[in-house]
Every structure is written in C-alpha cells, then in structure tokens.
C-alpha cells in the first residue's frame, strides 16, 4: 500500500542552525501539507502546496519556514534559524484531490538543544 | 476566534463495548468535520468525515455525529477492539483554506482486555 515516508526520523539540530526535513509523498498525489504536533499537543497546520505553490500558510509559518518540490517526487520543509520552540513532530501529508482524507507520513522529531 | 477542541481527555472502554468521543467547535463555517487516529509513533489516520450539511454518517464500525445547533460532533466506535487504542482527534476542513484541517485537542481511548 502506497505511504507517505519522511526523512530523518529524529533530527537533533543546535539553535541556530537551517534543517531540511524531508517527504516523499505518494506519487499521484497532488496536495501536499506540513503539520507539526508539539510533545502532548494537538497537531498545528503549517503549510498547504498545490501546483507549485503555498495555497494557505498558517500564521507559525513564519520567514524563517520555507517549503520545496525540487523534483517530481520530494516535498521539503526548511527551517532557516531554528529555535527552542521549534521542537517538535513534524508531518507530512498528501492527498489526490481536495480532501478531508489526508495521508500523513510517520514523522519527524526535530528536537533543537 | 474558532476552536476545535474535546471534552474528555482520556477515555478508558472494556474490549467489546461501544465508545463515544465527543468534540465541541466553535466555528461554523467549516465545510466538512472529520476523527482522525493516531497510534503512537504514527501520523494521524483519516478514520471518517461528515458533511456540515448532515448529521450523521456511518462507517464500518464507527458512526459520527454532528449537532450543529449546539456545535457538538462526536464519534461512536461499535465493539470497540485492543486495536481502537490510540488518540483520536477531531477535526474542521475548511476548502477554501487550501484544504486545511484543524485539529482539536486529542482524546486518548484505552481499551481494557
């Protein structure tokens, strides 16, 4: 069965410092997504892409959040600066068309120290 | 401001009993509600959506309802299963939103053999 997968699984970064997380989303998807979900927390929207483009960015997704499609398979988040707070689960979601039903991966633990 | 959020933060269901989730919003512009579940260590997982326009819908095992005039939405798992335990969140979508989904707050079901 087709699945969302993300890379790394756990991501220790210093503050300060750019990461890129990293999603594959299924390959007739078309609408992508970045959630995150702080330890014991509900899971926050981030961003939506759609034809190359952010559709809806929540306010969290600041200047320092940037997302990519490089090629026809990857979908990433960057976060330039990271911070204490940035900590967290981060995932990565898909979907065929407009859709409650969103696919997401298993995750990305950033933790920033 | 708009808000999704749960009643009861954990709920605790002998193996073979129904469970009942519930969930208060505040916003009613959203266009579909949906009860996501997520296992530990794994992303959410679509489970079912209603239509703001209805009031009930039923899946395999699971029936959710929605009660727009006191803004209540909840989710009834039939003969609830060891399989059943997880978080189960609820949810708004919100199309034009770049097809978003926000998340309330989390119930965690523990089912006892």
């Known amino acids: 069965e087709p699945e969302v997968t993300q890379t790394p699984s756990h991501q220790v970064t210093q503050m300060g410092q750019e990461v890129i997380l990293r999603c594959v989303p299924i390959s007739n998807h078309l609408y992508f997504y970045w959630y995150r979900q702080i330890l014991g927390q509900k899971v926050e929207f981030l961003v939506s892409f759609y034809n190359n483009e952010i559709s809806e960015k929540s306010e969290i997704f600041d200047d320092q959040f940037s997302v990519e499609r490089p090629d026809g398979s990857n979908f990433t988040l960057k976060i330039r600066s990271t911070k204490l707070e940035d900590s967290a689960m981060y995932f990565c979601?898909?979907?065929?068309?407009?859709?409650?039903?969103?696919?997401f991966g298993q995750g990305t633990r950033l933790t920033v120290v | 401001g708009e808000s999704v959020g749960l009643h009861l933060p954990t709920l605790s269901v002998q193996e073979g009993d129904n469970s009942i989730i519930n969930c208060a919003y505040s916003n009613s512009a959203s266009d579909y509600f949906i009860w996501y579940k997520q296992e530990s260590g794994k992303g959410p997982q679509f489970i079912i959506d209603?239509?703001?326009?209805?009031d009930k819908r039923q899946g395999q095992r699971v029936t959710v309802l929605l009660n727009k005039t006191v803004k209540h939405l909840s989710l009834q798992i039939a003969a609830t299963q060891p399989g059943d335990s997880a978080v189960y969140f609820c949810a708004e979508n919100k199309r034009a939103a770049g097809n978003k989904l926000t998340f309330g707050g989390g119930t965690r079901v523990l089912v006892k053999p």
């Open positions: 979601a898909s979907g065929k068309m407009v859709s409650t039903e969103a696919f």
């Open positions: 209603i239509r703001s326009n209805m």
